[in-house]
């Protein structure tokens, strides 16, 4: 080249020239005598050449740069051959790092990995790291038999494999099913494989779940109870139905199928289909909507339908089900009764006269009229069921129910709340308060009249009488359980006053109610709290004023109220359950001073009574024998001291049982006192069978005797009653000598009563046994 410099360096673009004369300066200044380069010229028709220039530089003696000898080649070609190439190279790079599948590439021969992509890293859990230098075998990465893997290997290395599916281990076990596709490359001039490896565990999970959720839809839609259509919304055309379905209408799915809704008439009634289309378009959906459909023959069905809008193939289509509903409204309505009524009288039951009461409350308000309540209650019904069994008590029960049903008008409801209590629910009274309490009154008594009426059965002649309390809507109350309540204690107001009487609730009641249940709660407190004492009254023998036993006598010291008559508690003792406690407290108790009193030598074993008065409840106990035979023997109190007074109560309740238990505790030598002789039946029949030892004559009969002639007669009878079936008498509540006189005239001469003494506290009594004569 024999131009200027500048004219060498004209066609090289700018910033090339800076790099040549940086080059150039370095040649000359530096010790090395080579240059290499390679620059862009640009030629005249605009095209760039790359050029590469080696030169040599030779310096004369003293050093200087002489000249620059060398070569220019034209390397174009091969400079953008490179190009080309690390272009395509960081073209695969990228992908291979941003590929979402894993990729590994392999060394043939020995199947080592080379390299993965972040792809493989997130997909199977291992690093780069852990990988590279080492084999799929040795990593554990495939999940399949060893021949298999071997077999991929093989094919891996010697030829190309495409989407064959295998399973693969994650670093941490869990297999996972990738396709895998693999093609040969050279890397470096070394043989190579580059794996994809696509985890396709997801969506195979998501194909299983599809399918087996449209096998469950498949066979619920055909093995379903219910009917079931698809048809095409905008046509009504059957696209598809169920057995449920052909059971239903009686159609056959030829018959169905490929016609629509109005070809065969389903619905019966147009304006509820017009409904349910209704439903549809405003809510989306029906829901349980009860609706009239016609099957094959044109019979009508009650049929529960739900519809909802499906998208089938990309049509709109309507899933409907339906549910023939008419035998569940049937049984619905049988439930319903059954619910409501009594089976045995198939009267309405409390539910159900709670339900009237509360209707017939604010009617009669509305209309400023006023009901009543009746609650009756047979009296003695349980003796009926007891003695007569209780297949006699229920035609007892269904006579009473036909002749109350008789007996009211047709708006009034007869109710029976279980056992032997009815309520009778009158409505519509007119009047002042006066004129409606006459009605009722008179009405009530009508129906005890009614009621009483004898009946007949099993040739037996049998009679009832009812009690009845009333309360009246609205004076006695505004709300059904109210009215409920004070009938309730009207009522028993009313068997307290000797049945078969009719009592119209009264605010006193409310008070005697309450005040009754002040009491009970107060009886729970009073034996742990030591409220309870016994008192002990002798009996005498009026011969020779010999104290021949003694009446264990219960007595309330209530700590604000004092002591409490025992008539009134020693009731709600019986009928809150508290007495069966309280009996055991009270045996044990007496069992317990009596032997003391023996053991001080204050009384004689052969010649002293313990009378034990027991209570219905107490007695009626399964294990009362065992119970009473306990105390004894705790005590260790000789058998024969024991009296127990059981009352006709006792006895009319169930007269086996009690025959039973008097056989066995007589037994062990315990003997029993029939108590308030006169008052109850006195039947002479079961007096017969029952094995008591004495009859006590009530002091009812005793205190007028002497004056009472009527009374004296009674009194004359039951000792001649007794001495006839060889009972010992004894008289109970002797105050004056006259009735004492009187007594023994007659041959009774034990006797209990204030004449000789009250009932006492033990202490007393004992000072008592101390004083009197010891001659016996
Ligand atoms: P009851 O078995 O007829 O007891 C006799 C009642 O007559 C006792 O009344 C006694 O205090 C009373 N009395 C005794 N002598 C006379 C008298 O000369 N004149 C008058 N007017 N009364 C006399 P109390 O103690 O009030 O007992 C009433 C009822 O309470 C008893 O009648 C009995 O049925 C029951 N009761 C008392 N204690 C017990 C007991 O421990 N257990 C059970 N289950 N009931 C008891
Ligand atoms: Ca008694
Ligand atoms: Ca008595």
Redesign the pocket.
Known sequence: FHESFDAFFEGVPEDERNSMRQAYRSLREGPAGNYQITYRVQLENGISRYIESRARLYRDDQGNPLRMAGTLLDITDQVEREQRLSASEEKFASLFQVSPDPICVTRQDTGQFIEINPAFTQTFGWATDQVIGRTAEEIGLWAESIERAQRIERVIREQALSNVAVVVNHRNGAPLTCVISSRLITVDDQPCSVTTLRDITQQQRAEAALKSSEEKFAKAFHSSPDAITITERHSGRYLEINDGFCRLTGYSTAEVVGHTVYELGIWADDKQRAALLGELRDRGRVHHREMLGRNKRGDILTVEVSVEPITLNEIDCLLLTARDVSQLKNAQAQIRHLAYHDPLTNLPNRALLMDRLSQQIALLKRHNLRGALLFLDLDHFKHINDSLGHPVGDTVLKIITARLEASVRLEDTVARLGGDEFVVLLSGLEGSRELVEEKVRELADTLRELLAEPMTLDGQRLQVTPSIGVALIPDHGTTPADLLKRADIALYRAKDSGRNTTQLFHTTMQKAASERLRMENDLRLALARGELA??F?PQVDARDNRIVGA?????WHHPQLGQQ???QF?QV??ESGL?LE??SW?LDE?CDACARMLADGLIDADDFSLC????PR?FRQNDFVGRVLRSLDDYRLPRQMLKL?I?EGIVIQNLEDTISKMRELKRYGVSFAM??FGTGYSSLTYLKRLPVDAL?I??TFV?DAPIDPNDAEIVRAIVAMARSLDLAVIA????LTEQLEFLEQLGCHLY????H???LPLQEFRQMLMEAPADY
């Not at 009446?551 to 007595?555: C, D």
């Not at 109970?732 to 105050?735: I, K, M, N």
């Open positions: 016994l008192h009254q009446e264990v006598l219960l007595r008559p025992p008539g020693i003792l019986e007495i309280v009996g009270i007496a034990v008065n027991i209570s107490q007074e009352t108590d308030d006590k009530d002091q205190r109970e509540g002797v105050e209990q009563g204030y004449l003494s009250r009932p």
